[in-house]
């Protein structure tokens, strides 16, 4: 697996998810099949996840190895609740309660350990860690909060979510270019 190409493709994803709950904000209606596609963007944010691990920016340690495992089941469990929530509501609903948590603290571990790494730098150093923080400190008030989407205040939480996805592609996609302009070899 390529890194670039796991950020990129992720990062559009997650992108289209941003703009989705933008656009929810702004009164659009929400499709009758839009649980299809929240499960895709859910595989998007997964592959942006998978890039950070790939790339080597959270190192090859065992909190990295962990923190990535539980981050890949959160997500998992997110695209499968999407998918689930007409034909199975209450997996669905357990699911949903069950993923982001799993996400936040394996993004928390991750982002430690990309932290301790230091081959990312600047401010893309510390993205993965403030999505795991962001998952607990601003999403799961928010929605719990809020009831949750269509609330403006579950979109809006949802819509930063997808962003901070976004911003974490940028960052392995300027670590990987860093790597080239350096000499060293693409992360495959």
Do not use: C, K
Request: proline content about 5%.
């Amino acid at each position: 697996m390529n890194a670039r190409v796991l950020a990129s493709a992720g990062a559009a994803l997650a992108g289209l998810g941003a703009l989705y709950a933008f656009a929810l904000l702004l009164g659009m209606p929400d499709p009758a099949w839009s649980y299809l596609a929240r499960g895709v963007v859910h595989l998007g944010e997964l592959a942006v996840l998978l890039a950070v691990a790939v790339s080597g920016a959270a190192g090859s340690g065992l909190l990295a190895r962990v923190g990535v495992g539980l981050a890949v089941l959160g997500q998992l469990a997110l695209a499968v609740a999407e998918w689930t929530l007409l034909a199975a509501p209450d997996l669905s609903m357990t699911l949903f309660a069950v993923g982001p948590n799993l996400t936040g603290l394996g993004l928390v571990l991750t982002g430690i350990a990309v932290v301790r790494t230091g081959l990312l730098t600047g401010w893309h150093r510390w993205t993965v860690l403030a999505l795991g923080a962001y998952v607990f400190l601003v999403m799961t008030p928010a929605i719990i909060v809020s009831g949750g989407p269509p609330a403006p205040l579950g979109l809006w939480a949802l819509a930063v979510w997808g962003l901070l996805w976004v911003l974490i592609a940028v960052s392995v996609l300027a670590g990987t270019t860093a790597e080239r302009r350096a000499g060293a070899p693409a992360a495959a």
